[in-house]
């Protein structure tokens, strides 16, 4: 027992200071160290894994679980963005917008399967009455099944105000690929940021609601561009075989590029919100998680609608992998966010989320 105590004590060790950090990786550029970004992305599991060791050292009358137990209490600020209990609801909509952002994978046009849901895809959006809708991943295809979906979703839209853009086959922005709609008239709307190199970016339409001008910035940060031999690769782990060690080498010198070139994102959006003249509501796929630079650089000061009102879990990409919240909808710290939502549909890989916000 001796020695499986020891045993266990150096990886509760190696745990907590892969933990403490995790803690660190939100505020170092990707740039200039990009191996603490990993563990900011692995924050959840380090969780869980000290709190398993904790069970361990509880279990066998051993005291050594405060070890772990200070430091998850160190990094508490970390918990509420991705758990929360009690959402925060009303039924009040004077002076609010209801919003909607979603990633929508171009409503399931690269897939080989056909699009189920679309009826309640429908119904869900007539239960919101969304006031602003972001998505990203949009663009109309011509197939029949996806052809009908933007039919009757500019349908729907009839009678809103947008601006969609997107990038063409020489890569310059033009077309289609993400859209805001607004009930509200639109004055003002362009690009905040663009990557030559890159199909990310980022756009904005000041609406005036309410007697006010707001501004929408709806952001597809970074991908990371996995493709099926990697996501094979983690559904099998293996360390014996070739094929598979080799694309643990290709995941990690991808995951390092998005988060290099998030990094610069994420800064180009901050020094737009801080030059804004308007108040901000920022919605869009950031593809990383709530404990990473990226998120934290354009949160700023801004409030994140799920700490505010949402409940549970806060997992917004239901794909392979990364299983966490990389969706966000953010607001001015002056605003309140009530009856946040996040539903599946089966032809994205990301939860259609939705709140209210008041506008003070």
């Known amino acids: 027992m001796f020695i499986i105590n020891r045993i266990v004590f150096a990886l509760n060790g190696l745990a907590i200071l892969a933990l403490l950090l995790s803690y ?17 992305l692995a924050y ?27 430091i998850i209490l ?8 991705y758990v929360q209990f009690g959402a925060k609801a009303t039924s009040e909509n004077e002076n609010s ?12 046009a690269y897939e080989s399967k056909k699009i189920e849901q679309p009826d309640r895809f429908f119904e869900i959006l007539d ?4 006031d602003v809708l972001c998505f990203q991943e949009f663009q109309n295809y011509h197939t029949p099944i996806e052809k009908n979906m933007f039919k009757r979703l500019f349908k729907r839209m009839k009678g809103f105000y ?19 709609f607004s009930r509200y008239p639109i004055i003002d709307s362009g690009v905040v ?6 199909s990310n970016f980022t756009l904005f339409a000041d609406i005036v609601a309410h007697g006010d001008t707001v501004r929408i910035i709806n952001t597809h940060l970074q991908s990371i561009k996995f493709d099926p031999p990697q996501y094979d690769a983690v559904k099998n782990i293996s360390l014996t075989n070739d094929s598979a060690v080799s694309q643990y080498t290709t995941i990690t010198k991808k995951l390092k590029r998005a988060f290099v070139k998030r990094a610069k994102q994420a800064e180009a959006v901050r020094d737009f919100i801080e030059a804004s003249p308007h108040k901000i509501i920022l919605t869009g796929d950031f593809n990383d998680s709530p404990t990473s630079y990226a998120f934290r650089t354009v949160k700023g000061k801004m ?28 607001h001015d710290a002056s605003f309140q966010s009530s009856n946040y939502y996040a539903k599946v549909f089966e032809f994205s890989d990301h939860k259609l989320l939705s709140c209210t916000i008041k506008l003070k």
């Open 44 to 70: 959840p599991v380090l969780v869980l894994l000290n709190c398993v060791l904790m069970v361990y050292w509880i279990a066998v009358f051993k005291l050594r679980f405060l070890y772990s137990l200070i």
């Open 127 to 130: 239960k919101i009455n969304p």
């Open 303 to 330: 409030k994140d609608a799920f700490v505010e009102a949402g409940s549970g879990f806060s997992r917004t990409y239901v794909g392979a992998m990364p299983s966490f919240r990389i969706d966000y909808m953010l």
């Open 24 to 40: 660190v990786a939100p505020f170092v550029s990707p740039e200039l160290y990009w191996p603490v970004a990993f563990l900011g």
């Open 162 to 180: 947008a601006y969609n853009i997107g990038l063409d086959n020489e890569g310059t922005l033009n077309g289609k690929g993400m859209v805001i």
């Open 74 to 81: 160190l990094g508490y600020n970390f918990i509420p963005s």
């Open 193 to 198: 940021e663009h990557q030559e190199e890159t």
């Open 97 to 108: 917008l209801s919003i909607v952002s979603f990633n929508s994978k171009y409503f399931g």
